[in-house]
């Protein structure tokens, strides 16, 4: 069972995260099913995915763990799903390669899903019952892992409600056309609300394929979506990407 970091993202990181939010905000369409959302809440969720890769980023680098950020090298503005959302390896030169998106089979790409415990659950619960988020897409786990890793983060449930907290279309558009965020992340206490995150661990998609079967239910629903089982419990400490940095 992997043991979570808890991590303080640095005030860039959150910038970084909040302006790459209001890049994807435009060009994000939200499940089936799901209700109509208000600027602020399809904001906010965006900006919890991109600080969880700002966490993770800033934890590699406190490893010398080598990487490559897709949102570094995209070249579609944030208007099209992203394959990956980070590289790891030492064959970081991407100037062969990042038309392509395709990273050489040198690294190792990984998938970053970030969630709310919850609520009332605590951290060591959902490691303990929770899974790593796969959506069902076909009849296969392994055709739905598109990357080598799955890696999950979590937030506390309480600390990152949105509540009253309010912001408009027009303050994303006037914050993307000057490349200033500071009035967004105070009108949404981002640093008090995302600034913390918990890195729980990863799982390589050779494991979660071949434990699927022995799993007592194959699947879950959440919010009306199916999702494959995959257990955080089974998942690898962070320290353990290490062995990737290759």
Known sequence: MPIPITWRVSQQGIVTAVSHACEKYFYSIDRPGMNDRPPS?????????????????????????????????????????????????????????????????????????????????????????????????????????????????????????????????DDIIRSKSRGEYGDIIADLDIFQRWGECYLVGFNDKQSIVRDSPQLRYPTWTSFGKVMWAAPLRLGKDMYLLQQYNK
């Open 41 to 169: 809440e399809s904001l906010d969720d965006k900006i919890m995915g991109f600080v969880a890769e700002a966490a993770v980023i800033e934890y590699l680098k406190s490893q010398n763990i080598s990487y490559v950020s897709y949102d570094d090298i995209r070249t579609d503005d944030f208007q099209n799903p992203d394959p990956w959302d980070i590289a790891i390896g030492k064959s970081t030169d991407v100037t062969t390669w990042r038309f392509l998106k395709t990273p050489p089979s040198s690294m190792t790409t990984v998938s970053i899903k970030s969630s709310r415990l919850v609520q009332g659950e605590n951290l060591a619960k959902a490691v303990k019952h929770r899974d790593f988020k796969i959506f069902k897409k076909t009849s296969t786990i392994a055709n739905d892992i598109s990357t080598d890793l799955e890696l999950q983060v979590y937030y506390e449930y309480d600390r990152t409600q949105l509540g009253s907290l309010e912001i408009t279309e």
